[in-house]
């Protein structure tokens, strides 16, 4: 079986997206800032924390989503990103964007989170069962039965923190290239360098799985022969 590489898209703003769009209001009424509800937050304000959380929670736990599989931990870690931003509100700077600092939060989490699986074994990053794994050398590598998207996380483990990131952020999730340097804390200029490494770097990884996938279908074959 030949596997494509899946292709990357070049997307534009992800902030003004459906999924996060303050100005997607069905009411009419005039739209509140998250500059202006993060204010509010501040000064006590709960509800305005609340109208943040609906209007960005659904792409956090899309985004944790693509870093890992499991859909319960990425609803908990969303929970835990957003109380650690209202933790940290008076740390916030009401000169940047509220979104970026948020998703900021959010990948931290979920890369301390896969730091903890890891140590664990690297198999149990991609389980869909929150209880630990210990891979069986007798059973056949699972990988042959993972679908697509499960095939491009477990390439993507492969590829570097911080050029996973970028990655993911830029061509997965859609985010423009000045909306992965406000996350990540870097300048422009680095996120393209990084962008151009990590397609580099996921499509040989991709062809090295592909190439490895191949020659295992022809030693079985071989062996049928025999």
């Known amino acids: 079986m ?16 459906s999924d996060v769009d303050p100005g997607s209001n069905q009411t009419g009424l005039p739209v509140v800032s998250d500059a202006r509800l993060v204010d509010e937050a501040r000064r006590g304000d709960t509800d305005a924390f609340g109208q943040l959380v609906l209007r960005y929670e659904r792409r956090v736990v899309r985004v944790i989503r693509r870093f890992m599989p499991d859909d319960q931990m990425a609803q908990d870690l969303t929970q835990e990103a957003f109380l650690r931003a209202f933790e940290r509100l008076e740390q916030f700077d009401p000169s940047r964007r509220f979104g970026p600092w948020l998703f900021r939060i959010a990948v931290n989490l979920t890369y301390d989170h896969l730091r ?53 952020l830029r061509d997965l999730e859609g985010f423009s290239t000045s909306e992965v340097a406000a996350v990540t804390e870097r300048s422009e200029a680095t996120i393209r360098w990084r962008l151009a490494e990590a397609r580099r770097m996921f499509r040989e990884a991709w062809e090295r799985r592909e190439r490895s996938f191949e020659d295992r279908q022809t030693d079985e074959s071989s062996a049928d022969e025999r």
């Not at 494509?4 to 003004?16: I, L």
């Not at 198999?123 to 993972?146: C, G, N, V």
Request: glycine share 2%; hydrophobic share 35%.
């Open 116 to 168: 903890r699986v890891k140590r664990r074994g690297k198999w149990a990053l991609f389980s869909e069962s929150a209880q630990e794994r210990t891979p069986d050398p007798a059973t056949a590598d699972p990988r042959l039965h993972l679908d697509l998207s499960q095939e491009v996380q477990m390439v993507m483990a492969d590829v570097p923190e911080a050029y996973r990131t970028v990655l993911i």
């Open 2 to 17: 030949t596997v494509k590489t899946p292709q990357m898209s070049e997307s534009d703003s992800v902030f003004n997206s």
